[in-house]
């Protein structure tokens, strides 16, 4: 077999080891349960697959998608130790590289960089990515955490970020990639403590 073939299982193997190297674990407030970050990465694959996306590269990148990111590789570090420029380009396009800038203008140049990209491709795995983290802060939101209690900033500005980044998505990423980040986005929203204080 070609070594194309195992390139979704090289990917999860590396994934897998970088995170685990770095001791890495979900965000959660203290005392609730930290999965391993291994779990938001096959999350993001799932999703992929789940939408009937039948590319291994893009399966590859989703696994991958934060190890430059949280890991200590670039973009030919990564390419190097995958075998695949294709994977590593994708995974660069959805990393936040400025680290040292404030939580406002890495999310501005996150967003200014996928829309100029405009590749249905990058903007499926970012969604998916979303999707996911979306998903986790529903998970603590129902049990009554707040939202700063886990992220850097509050309610109202990570549904901000979530919003502007769902006029990227909507259209441009396949139909059910889409309904999965729409219903974690309308469920987010619903958690918002100012609308729960004004209810009856």
């Not at 890495?24 to 009937?52: C, I, N």
């Not at 800038?101 to 996150?110: D, F, K, P, T, V």
């Not at 990209?117 to 802060?137: F, G, Q, V, Y």
Request: hydrophobic share 40%.
């Amino acid at each position: 077999m070609k070594s194309h073939d195992f390139l979704v299982l090289n990917a999860m193997r590396l994934a897998e080891y970088a995170h685990r190297k770095q001791n890495q674990y979900r965000k959660a407030p203290p005392g609730e349960d930290r999965p391993a970050y291994f779990l938001h990465l096959t999350e993001v694959a799932w999703l992929l697959a789940q939408s009937a996306i039948d590319d291994n590269e893009l399966i590859a990148a989703a696994f991958l998608h934060d190890i430059i990111e949280d890991c200590g590789y670039d973009e030919t570090s990564l390419a190097q130790a995958i075998g695949n420029c294709r994977v590593a380009q994708r995974v660069a396009a959805v990393s936040e590289l400025a680290k040292g800038q404030s939580w406002e203008a890495r999310q501005q140049a996150y967003w200014e960089r996928l829309s100029a990209i405009n590749d249905p491709a990058i903007l499926a795995l970012s969604c998916a990515d979303k999707t996911s983290n979306l998903m986790d802060m529903n998970r603590l939101l129902v049990k009554g955490y707040e939202v700063s209690s886990f992220t850097k900033r509050g309610f109202a500005s990570q549904c901000a970020k979530f919003e502007r980044l769902d006029l990227l998505f909507r259209g441009r990423v396949p139909a059910r990639l889409y309904q999965y980040f729409e219903r974690a986005l309308t469920e987010f929203r619903q958690q918002d403590p100012i609308s729960a204080e004004k209810a009856p």
